[in-house]
């Protein structure tokens, strides 16, 4: 299996172990990760107002560079950027044609690029009764809670993901790898985001909730898929402290081959 | 309605798409709003403050800067409003004017440090300043 891959700016530098984990992963499964030549920014936010073209040709140019194949993500926020503007692109005519003009340059894009986040991968495309196979170092007896967040879920018909509110694909991961997964209510409510910035005590609150929430349930830690749910779970608690791991991360010490 | 309110109302439903007539008053995304507390103007209240035209007022409150673009009130809303797309809109119709930057560059050192990742800061910046 090979796809195109777009790791994005996070996980060059803060967030290198969503990454260097995932590649590792990714080779014992038979999977090859090719990184796009010359990838720009996703656009870090996706836009919610229609006239905001510019801000969404850098993923289009992702999108065209990926040549109609399957685009893999790794990080929340590029996947949904990413995915939402390939959907743009194929429903909005007013976005494509004027995205299309801004492109005419560098060649066109017709649209055939399919945006998955790896987990996707891992579940549509490896299967987690395979994946389940290929574990070497069982994670048993952890009970482990998946943190979703926002951007992976929302919105449900766009990103196509899971169910938004009731999503199974994290918890059915970590069965695959052995351990046990912990459902708890605010698994797919937001981080605090980049409010964070603004407004920390903001941030506070909402991971203070989401940490209360999966402790109560009897997480005895966490995985995510975003650096930014990351940096807020691990930074702004402040009543209790989960540690909080990248979803690859645990996939390679299944796997066994996680460094160190 | 005079004419500047009316000017700003229809940039706002133009751009955000919304058509806040659909809203019946529910409640449930101010219910389901993870920042409710921290905001001035609540989202069902933006909703009817921009379909009474009060962007203006909707502008100048802080309440645009704390919106955590968490899409839980876009998912939730049972008729299709969508009030995350308005709080978007009329933050962009503040920050696009000339010298309206909400954050730059300047406030970044003060706040990030080692463990902030990038994402969060491109994030901000793209919210936060045009």
Known sequence: MIYSYYPGCTLKDRAKQLDICARKSAEA???????LPNWQCCGAVYPQVTDEIASRLSAVRALQSAEGGKLVTMCSACHHVLKRTAYDWNADENFRTK????????????????VVHFLEVLRDEVGFDELKKKVVNPLTGRKIG?????????????????????????????????????????????CG??????????????VDRALNSA??????????ACPLCMYNLVENATAHKLPVKYFTELLAEALGVKEG | MENNA?????????????????????????????????????????????????????????????CLSCMACVERCPRGVEPGKLVEAVRLMQIRQQDKNHKGARDIPEFADESVPQQLLMAAMRKYRK
Not at chain 1, 29 to 35: P, V
Not at chain 1, 99 to 114: I, K
Not at chain 2, 24 to 51: I, L, R
């Open chain 1, 29 to 35: 499964l038979g999977i090859t990760l090719q990184e």
């Open chain 1, 99 to 114: 995205a299309a003009n801004y492109l005419a340059e560098d060649g066109g894009y017709d649209g055939a690029t399919e």
């Open chain 1, 146 to 190: 998946a943190f979703y967040g926002c951007m992976v879920l929302r919105p449900g018909k766009v990103l196509a993901f899971d169910d938004p509110e009731n999503p199974t694909i994290i918890e059915d991961f970590i069965k695959a790898i052995g351990a046990t997964p912990v459902k708890y209510p605010y698994r797919n409510e937001c």
């Open chain 1, 193 to 206: 985001a980049y409010v964070a910035l603004e407004d920390k005590g903001s941030a506070e609150h909402q």
């Open chain 1, 215 to 224: 402790m109560d349930a009897g997480c005895d830690e966490l995985i995510t």
């Open chain 2, 6 to 66: 009316k000017f700003l109302t229809e940039t706002a439903l133009r751009i955000s798409g919304v058509n806040p007539r659909k809203c019946m008053k529910c409640g449930k995304c101010s219910g389901t709003c993870p920042n409710y507390d921290a905001m001035e103007y609540h989202p069902h209240q933006f909703v009817a403050m921009v379909e009474k035209g009060q962007i203006e007022k909707l502008m100048q409150s802080k309440s645009i800067y704390l």
